[in-house]
């Protein structure tokens, strides 16, 4: 089991480009969700899907999108980067008996 | 919202000490989470707690869910240079719910 992966692991963009973070996880989990971390920062939710179909706001959903694609797949878009969204952004996914989160490595995203 | 405090935000300690950090909630939780995150990497589930009183162990590391479901603290003893990382907490109120995070506590380990 590969768990929660992510691409790509690190990008840069220029101010108003856009761009897709992709996030897969092998569990057979119901929920997902997407994190940012800024230095200094604990995690913040931009947005989860509690099953394949739906999509919620987290904390910090402006300037994202997100589709889940199917139970599996859980994407991030940013339609027009912005310097503000210069971080590190983590995909999760919950499932299991036992409710337990895991994270994927991350992407590291510089908007210029 | 539920708030999580985390406490403390860093410690900087010796190798060989015993390490105690906490967590704390203005909400009672069915579920606490404790993770690692070593620099570059995504968060590492360590220990999950899922009753009040629980104390579990992994390793050196030892967890408790508060009596009051409220808190929630994790020891590391005997502390070594690859502890060095960010440990978060992470509790949740019900089954199905999202969780809620603390702000972090930046452990340094001195050699």
């Known amino acids: 089991n590969a768990g929660v992966t992510q691409t790509p692991k690190f990008q840069v963009l220029k101010t108003g480009q856009s761009m897709t973070l992709q996030c897969a996880q092998d569990?057979?989990?119901?929920?997902m969700y997407w994190y940012r971390q800024d230095p200094g920062m604990g995690l913040r939710l931009i947005y989860y899907?509690?099953?394949?179909?739906?999509?919620d706001k987290g904390e910090v959903p402006n300037g994202y999108n997100v589709s889940r694609l199917n139970k599996r797949e859980f994407s991030l878009r940013l339609e027009s980067a912005a310097p503000s969204q210069t971080s590190v952004y983590f995909c999760?996914?919950?499932?299991?008996?036992?409710?337990?989160?895991?994270f994927g490595p991350g992407t590291r995203l510089t908007v210029l | 919202g539920q708030q999580l405090n985390q406490s403390p935000q860093s410690m900087f300690i010796q190798e060989g000490e015993d390490v105690s950090m906490n967590c704390t909630s203005s909400?009672?939780?069915?579920?606490w989470l404790w993770y690692k995150q070593d620099p570059g990497e995504g968060p590492v589930l360590l220990i999950a707690?899922?009753?009040?009183?629980e104390l579990t162990s992994n390793g050196r590391l030892t967890a408790q869910f508060g009596i009051t479901r409220k808190d929630s603290f994790l020891n590391i003893s005997a502390s070594i240079p690859s502890d060095v990382g960010i440990y978060f907490c992470?509790?949740?109120?019900?089954?199905?719910?999202?969780?809620?995070f603390g702000e972090g506590t930046q452990l340094t380990v001195n050699p």
């Open positions: 569990m057979n989990h119901n929920s």
């Open positions: 899907s509690a099953s394949e179909g739906t999509t």
């Open positions: 992470a509790g949740r109120i019900a089954s199905g719910s999202r969780l809620t």
């Open positions: 707690l899922y009753k009040a009183g």
């Open positions: 999760a996914s919950t499932g299991g008996h036992r409710d337990e989160q895991f």
């Open positions: 909400s009672i939780f069915n579920t």
